[in-house]
């Protein structure tokens, strides 16, 4: 019995020691002010860069809507702009809908950072820590129950303070290491700026309207252009949809599997 209550009491004694080095650890980590600029950085960065790629589609989805209509050709023959560009232009309409789905995201989680990093979100943390420690370095028999619920209070402020942090930084890990060698945005962005410009030109002035051959090379560029363009949008909709929502709801769920651990723990304290 003497042997069973001195593991008892040695393991009790590690307890509090995790908990107390545990929680200098997230006091350090939540004011550390790097992680903070790192995570807004990368945040603000995909924002705009999401941004970017919604105007470059929205622009290019304008001029497929000014020349679609539009009828040339040398006398005698009739082409049809629309017939070749009216597949990529219903492809560009649906992913401005995951565009506008991904700012929208990416918004969400800009003010959530904001939240977190606020300095009264950083005082209610490290009091809760505080009274944490105190709660496990005292027994108060009589409240085990309000200890049970402080506890998961407190569980719960760290999962929201570095939940959306360290989602930023694993995404752009994820993206740097293993998704852009696939799916580059910026090489797709420019593919599509390409694109536009090249059939903002088509209707010049200054080309020949009397040689067939011309209308056919160029529509025969257009096809050619309209489908690496789709190509580099399908990309951009895999990439899209993969960093602002598949990858934040599975981090996020992996996340609070983790907490859901803790918390359970604390049913038995």
């Given at each position: 019995?003497k ?39 990368r ?42 560009l ?5 492809l ?5 809908w995951?565009m506008?789905a991904?700012l ?8 959530l ?5 606020f300095k ?36 719960l ?50 080309a ?18 309209a ?25 996020l ?17």
């Amino acid at each position: 019995m003497k042997k069973l209550s001195l593991k008892s009491k040695i393991k009790e004694h590690w307890l509090k020691s995790l908990v107390f080095l545990l929680s200098l650890v997230i006091i350090y980590f939540a004011t550390f002010a790097k992680l903070n600029t790192e995570a807004n950085s990368r945040i603000n960065s995909s924002f705009k860069q999401a941004l970017g790629v919604f105007a470059t589609v929205k622009a290019l989805n304008g001029v497929i809507s000014l020349v679609q209509g539009t009828q040339v050709g040398p006398p005698g023959v009739t082409i049809s702009i629309g017939e070749i560009l009216d597949p990529i232009n219903d492809l560009v309409e649906r992913f401005s809908w995951i565009m506008l789905a991904s700012l929208t995201s990416l918004g969400i989680q800009k003010i959530l950072m904001n939240i977190v990093v606020f300095k009264g979100f950083e005082i209610l943390l490290i009091c809760s820590l505080m009274i944490s420690n105190i709660l496990v370095f005292f027994k108060f028999i009589k409240y085990q129950q309000s200890k049970i619920f402080f506890f998961k209070f407190t569980i719960l402020l760290i999962f929201l303070r570095f939940s959306i942090p360290f989602m930023a930084m694993a995404n752009e890990y994820v993206y740097l290491n293993f998704v852009k060698q696939d799916y580059n945005i910026e090489k797709s962005q420019r593919v599509i700026v390409s694109a536009k410009n090249d059939i903002s030109k088509f209707d010049d002035k200054k080309a020949s309207y009397f040689s067939t051959d011309y209308y056919k090379n160029k529509m025969q560029e257009f096809k050619v252009s309209a489908l690496e363009t789709s190509d580099h949008i399908v990309d951009l909709i895999i990439v899209f949809v993969f960093q602002t929502m598949l990858f934040p709801i599975l981090f996020l769920w992996f996340l609070y599997r983790v907490f859901t651990v803790f918390l359970k723990s604390f049913h038995n304290p």
